[in-house]
C-alpha cells in the first residue's frame, strides 16, 4: 500500500518562529488532507490539499503532486500551534485515508 | 449535527467486558470510516462503510472487533471480550464522497482496558 512520511519527527519552536513540515508519499493521490491534532485529541482539518496551493491566516500549504509531497508551512508560531499535525492520503483509485506518523510541534513561549 | 458525534467520550472496561461505541456522521455523508489510535501514534484504518454497505474491513485487528451502520448513518463499533491491547482512542470520520472528499473526524472514544 502507499507509505506517507513525514518529517521531521518533532519540531521545537520559539514563539514567532517560522516552520515547514512534510509529507512524502510513495504513489499517486487523489486526496491529501492535513490536519492538527491539539493536546486534547481532537483532530481539526486545516486543508484539503490534493494540489495546489492554499493560505488560511498564519498557515499554508503547498502539495507538488507529481513529485509525491506536500508542504505546511506555519509563520509566527503560537503556543497554540503545539500538538501534532497529520499529513494523511488517499490513493488514486483508492477510499482508505492513511495516515503518517505526524510531526510533534512544541511551541515555546 | 453540525459535525461527527461520538459517544461515550471516555470508556473503562475490565478485560473480557464487550463495549459499544457509537458514531452519528454528518448528514448526508456517504462514506464513513473508523480508526484506531494507540499512544503516540497515527490513527490506523479499522473499517469503511459507503452507505450501509461495509466494502473494508481489512484493519479490524481480530474478530473480536465488529462494526455495523444498518440504515446508513449511526455506526457502531463492537469489541467483544476486550483486551489490554484494545486500548486506545477509536476515532469515526464521515464524508461527503468516496475518496475525492474530506474526512470530517469526531472527538473519538478514548477505551481504557483494565
Known amino acids: 500500500g502507499i507509505q506517507v512520511e513525514q518529517s521531521p519527527p518533532d519540531l521545537i519552536l520559539q514563539e514567532g518562529a517560522n516552520s515547514t513540515l512534510r509529507c512524502n508519499f510513495s504513489d499517486s493521490v487523489n486526496n491529501l488532507q492535513w490536519f492538527h491534532q491539539n493536546p486534547w485529541g481532537q483532530l481539526i482539518n486545516l486543508f484539503y490539499i490534493p494540489s495546489g496551493t492554499k493560505q488560511n491566516g498564519r498557515l499554508s500549504a503547498t502539495t507538488v503532486a507529481t513529485e509525491r509531497y506536500s508542504l505546511l508551512y506555519i509563520s509566527s508560531s503560537q503556543t497554540t500551534d503545539s500538538g501534532v499535525y497529520f499529513c494523511?492520503?488517499?490513493?488514486?483509485?483508492?477510499?482508505?485515508?492513511?495516515f503518517g506518523a505526524g510531526t510533534r510541534l512544541f511551541v515555546k513561549a | 449535527g453540525a459535525g461527527v458525534s461520538q459517544s461515550p467520550r471516555y470508556k473503562v472496561a475490565k478485560r473480557g467486558q464487550d463495549v459499544a461505541l457509537r458514531c452519528d456522521p454528518i448528514?448526508?455523508?456517504?462514506?464513513l470510516f473508523w480508526y484506531q489510535q494507540a499512544l503516540g501514534q497515527g490513527p490506523e484504518f479499522l473499517t469503511y462503510f459507503q452507505n450501509e454497505a461495509q466494502l473494508d474491513k481489512s484493519g479490524l485487528p481480530s474478530d473480536r472487533f465488529f462494526a455495523e451502520r444498518p440504515e446508513g448513518s449511526v455506526s457502531t463499533l463492537k469489541i467483544q471480550r476486550t483486551q489490554q491491547e484494545d486500548s486506545a482512542v477509536y476515532l469515526c470520520?464521515?464524508?461527503?464522497?468516496?475518496?475525492?472528499?474530506?474526512?470530517?473526524f469526531g472527538n473519538g472514544t478514548r477505551l481504557t482496558v483494565t
Open positions: 470520520a464521515s464524508s461527503v464522497g468516496q475518496g475525492n472528499s474530506p474526512l470530517h
Open positions: 494523511a492520503v488517499v490513493n488514486t483509485g483508492g477510499f482508505k485515508t492513511i
Open positions: 448528514s448526508g455523508h456517504v462514506s
